[in-house]
């Protein structure tokens, strides 16, 4: 039997999952992600790995892995990381921001506090970048472990770096920043890129020619995963941040909402991500308590609560400001009456960056697939749809991992 691997690294989580060439699940493997060190990534891989029973292992024929987007980190020439990876969400690149604008055109993806290229212009501008040769994604540094090449990307993760999409190359006006370091060799996602190392393959006991395929993102994964296919279909991640993908014949980029479009297929996944969802429901509830009190809400009626939730100053989309001030005020006396005006809140700008995509000229929103912990939530599904007025379902596999073992399966059988 001919097996694919596909692992996602989450905000909260990694897991592993292995489907056979129909698709169906083989088996599952998921371990918390505690801290923030790409030193605990490859100790969460290695523990993924060795969770796949032996069996399965063997029949692996190709291996794909998607990580947070725009979570970078600089290695030196033999790959290791020479300081902490950047997050996605961290803003420091704030103060390059009127540097880039000087040289990226105007409304550019990269034109963001969060985005790649402002994190790696400002570690540029850092001491320890003297010892760094290579600047790689989550994704990238992950893949690298296990087939060992260093400086290769895809162009879904490549997108908040400034890599044309479009045209397929670096853009010219990025070489005016000089930076002197490697940039990834960007190639279509899934794209298998080499063999596992042969001592990895000992030591795991993965078959010689087990391929190791480029990457994606987790939220395109979740995207994959859903079963979504046409274009006006949307995907909503509802884990810990609110990430909106909606497919579409209209490309749309607009720095000023946060709005990117990833190229996919000959279709373009427009959207945004934004710092608002479950981690501030976190911050509140237990799992249990969301349950329990989301059970007592009447989603039908209006919560009059106007929340901006997040856990800290700064958002990215649909207000591009990392600067904007949270708003959890006035607290209602219940926790059920607060709980109420977070999800009605977070619902509210959910519906607003489907309207802002539409309103720039993405395709008509027809049906809204929901993946990560908050799709589980039936009141939220049903004030959600109130507020998008289209159905909300949930997605075919909510598995971030599943979309990615689809992926390297499809680009595998493609390079037969
Ligand atoms: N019943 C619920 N209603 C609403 N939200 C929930 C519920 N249960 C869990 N959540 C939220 O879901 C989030 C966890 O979902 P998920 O595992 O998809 O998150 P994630 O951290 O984004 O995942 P990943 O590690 O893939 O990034 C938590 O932040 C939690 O607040
Ligand atoms: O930036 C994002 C998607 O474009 C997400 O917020 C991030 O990947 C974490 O899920």
């Known amino acids: ?19 056979d060439e129909q698709g169906n699940v083989q088996t599952e493997v998921r371990y918390p992600l505690q801290k923030k060190t790409a030193q605990h990534w490859s100790h969460r891989l290695w523990s993924l790995l060795a969770d796949i029973p032996e069996p399965l292992r063997q029949q692996i024929k190709a291996i794909a892995i998607n990580g947070t987007s725009s979570t970078v980190l600089l290695c030196d020439g033999a790959g290791k990381p020479v300081d902490v990876p950047l997050l996605y969400n961290d803003a420091r690149g704030a103060v390059v921001l009127e540097q880039l604008k000087e040289i990226a055109p105007p409304n550019h993806t990269v034109l ?38 260093l400086g290769i990307s895809d162009y879904h993760n490549a997108l908040k770096l400034g890599y044309d999409v479009e045209a397929l190359e670096y853009p010219k006006w990025l070489n005016q920043l000089a930076i002197p370091i490697q940039l990834p060799q960007v190639l279509a996602p899934g ?42 279909e949307a995907v909503t991640s509802l884990g810990s941040t609110l990430v909106l993908k909606l497919l579409s014949h209209t490309r749309i980029e607009d720095a000023r909402y946060g709005i990117y479009s990833h190229r996919f ?26 349950e329990n009190l989301s059970r007592e809400i009447d989603p039908a009626k209006i919560s009059n609560l106007d ?20 708003r959890l005020t006035p607290r209602p006396e219940t926790p059920r009456e607060f709980l109420h005006g977070l999800l009605e ?24 697939y929901t993946a990560g912990g908050g799709a589980t939530n039936s009141t939220w599904t049903a004030i959600r749809q109130r507020h998008l007025k289209v159905p909300v379902v949930a997605s075919v596999y909510t598995e971030a991992a599943y979309g990615t073992a689809l992926l390297a399966k499809t680009k595998y059988r493609n390079s037969q």
């Open 1 to 19: 039997m001919d097996l694919y691997l596909g692992i996602d690294y989450g905000t909260s989580g990694a897991r592993a999952v292995v489907i």
């Open 345 to 368: 809140s977070i619902a509210r700008i959910e519906a607003r960056g489907y309207e802002l995509l539409q309103s720039l000229g993405a395709n008509q929103v027809q049906r809204v």
């Open 265 to 290: 297929g000959d279709l373009w996944l427009t959207g945004g991500a934004s710092n608002t969802g479950g981690a501030v429901l976190r911050e509140f509830f237990t799992n249990a308590e969301l």
């Open 112 to 149: 963001s506090a969060t985005s790649s290229l402002a994190k790696l212009l400002w570690m540029s501008q850092q001491p320890f970048f003297a010892e760094a040769r290579y600047l790689l994604h989550q994704a990238d540094w992950l893949a690298f472990l296990l087939h060992g090449q």
């Open 191 to 232: 794209t298998p890129i080499a063999e596992i190392r042969p001592d990895i393959a000992m030591q795991f006991r993965f078959h010689r020619d087990c391929l190791v395929c480029a990457g994606t993102t987790d939220s395109i994964a979740a995207f994959i995963a859903s079963g979504a296919e046409l274009p006006g």
């Open 307 to 326: 929340y901006y939730p997040l856990l800290q100053p700064g958002d990215r989309f649909p207000i591009n400001d990392p600067k904007l001030p949270p």
